[in-house]
């Protein structure tokens, strides 16, 4: 299963920028799917997630009322719709998916055998 993920770039505080993780229809529907970041010199980071469903997305509270996780169907892309952007969600931004959930586990980067190959989010003045 190969992830492909898309859409950084240079962007200023207060921009909005949105990253898209290619996916087939079938993983699309059926697993779950994440986003994480990971700045330089620090551990990777739970940004958001959304079940094979739709029902239910998920975020961490650093990203919470900015970030939106969403799935365009007819593209077969994960999303991420990043607004309000700050120079701390400076990282590069994985996208991951998971056949399984576990509400124990899913904040947990460990927990997801398949990864995109990560696309660099820079915000600055």
């Known amino acids: 299963v190969q992830l492909q993920a898309s859409g950084g770039g240079l962007v200023q505080p207060g921009d909005s920028l949105k990253l898209s993780c290619a996916a087939s229809?079938?993983?699309?529907?059926?697993?779950?799917w994440a986003w994480f970041r990971q700045a330089p010199g620090k551990e990777r980071e739970f940004v958001a997630h959304?079940?094979?469903?739709?029902?239910?997305?998920l975020y961490g509270e650093s990203v919470k009322g900015r970030f939106t996780i969403s799935k365009d169907k007819a593209e077969n892309m994960v999303d991420l719709q990043m607004n309000s952007l700050k120079p701390e969600d400076t990282a590069v931004y994985y996208c991951?998916?998971?056949?399984?959930?576990?509400?124990?586990?899913?904040?947990?980067?460990?927990?997801?055998?398949?990864w995109g190959q990560g696309t660099l989010v820079t915000v600055s003045s």
């Open positions: 991951a998916a998971d056949p399984s959930f576990s509400l124990r586990t899913y904040r947990d980067s460990r927990t997801y055998p398949y």
């Open positions: 959304i079940s094979r469903n739709d029902a239910r997305t």
């Open positions: 229809q079938h993983t699309l529907q059926l697993w779950y």
